[in-house]
């Protein structure tokens, strides 16, 4: 049963990037890490967003997948972290070949950082 | 490693069933889905719940499984997603042959998405 | 896939510990369980803390395994139970060899339900 706890939390936590890694990941120029907002909300709920994420609602991802990226590596996020929609669009996105994690803590986390957000 | 990922994600996510779902099934006159609120809470503290839900405590649960009906799909919600009794109750209904899924969000998204509450 | 969910949640759910029986555990004496507050924030952010815990922020904690008694059983926690670094802390636990657990719904649960805090 322990090597069953092990297994599932190492992949259930390699699913997963952190905040500080997603930030100093796209503070550079040039960066190989694209953050998807996949609320499916209008920008007037969302409000605001992470800085220099892209909207890409889950619902509309899979009929998007040809405009991204294999050479890019996807960061998702939802409102909080007790949402599957993070889930669903990243498992869009793996079983499609693409590199993609979770935004720990997701945009509540985000903000509860203090971390760079921008209006929509 | 991806495979693992992916395997995961879908055994995951094949738990869970979004409100929409839920909302579109429990509309119908003779729904198939039935909606059990299992916070173990009295009422006062509930204060509301999901339209037409009926209250079914977890820790009540395994005592009344015979009440239970093997031709509906039960949907079980606790207050947030962040919690594991809506986990620990899908157990329960799975282990003992019913049809099960948890309320993907809770309580919490269902009521973030506007979807009819009703006074307990 | 029935039997893949009840795996999965049966091995899910043996990752945390329900916050009455970590009252009732600590409310002894000389208690087997000990409380581990691995929040990654200074004291004036954290405020306030599960009564009797030792603050040991999930970085710091590979650091501190030596500190650990094999003897004891951890209950890890963190603010709520969308993040995930309740489960990064339990996994460096349960790989090196300690009994531990996750406080199911973190410390956002434990407010919810009335049980004792002390300040920072």
Known sequence: MQTNKINLLETYLSLYISPM??????????SDYVVLDIRNAPSQIKQDQIAGAIAMPAKDLPAHLDALDKAKTYV???WNGGTILGKQALLILLKAGFKAFELAGALEGWKGMKLPVEAV
Chains 1, 2, 3 share one sequence.
């Not at 890694?21 to 040039?30: E, F, I, P, R, Y």
């Open 76 to 78: 998702v996020y939802d």
């Open 21 to 30: 890694q997603v930030l100093n990941a796209t503070k550079k120029g040039d």
